[in-house]
């Protein structure tokens, strides 16, 4: 895990999201070779769903989710009982998202992208067109969501 560079994790994030990845999946896949231990399928398909504030549903922002789950796989444990592993990942889970809500306003999708809070919209995802990416802050919200993590996984190192 040696020299995280974070420009390139946030084009990274950005490149996938332009490929047509959900934001989850963008942010996760631009740290997919960090945990190579799991396979990049499963891991979109888990993401898969967070797109659009957690299935369009406009409600937690994918990016954000998506750091939530590169957390998970940093610190989570996969039985009930190791209760440290699970304060450690809720720690982290709490600062990655006051610093994505320090930088953005906002963990809200509906809110991220100006829609009114509570809009739940047809289940069907937008088209990525040229004027998609104009109107939406997305790309950008990938890439703060990358250097963020990118950021941790700097910090996490020198200690």
Do not use: W
């Amino acid at each position: 895990m040696s020299n995280i560079d974070i420009e390139a994790r946030a084009q990274a994030g950005r490149e996938y999201f332009q490929k047509g990845y959900n934001c989850a999946q963008a942010v996760v896949a631009a740290f997919a070779d960090v945990y190579p231990e799991d396979d990049i399928n499963t891991l979109m398909r888990l993401a898969a769903s967070f797109g659009g504030g957690m299935g369009r549903l406009r409600m937690t922002c994918g990016a954000v989710t998506g750091m939530f789950m590169l957390a998970g796989l940093e610190n989570g444990s996969a039985t009930p009982v190791d209760l440290d592993s699970r304060a450690r990942n809720y720690a982290l889970v709490q600062e990655l998202a006051a610093k994505f809500k320090e930088e953005s306003d906002s963990l809200i999708c509906a809110t991220l992208i100006g829609l009114r809070v509570g809009t739940i919209e047809p289940p069907r995802p937008s088209e990525r067109t040229a004027q998609y990416y104009r109107q939406r802050p997305c790309p950008r919200l990938v890439e703060t969501a990358c250097r963020i993590y990118a950021q941790h996984l700097i910090n996490s190192q020198k200690k």
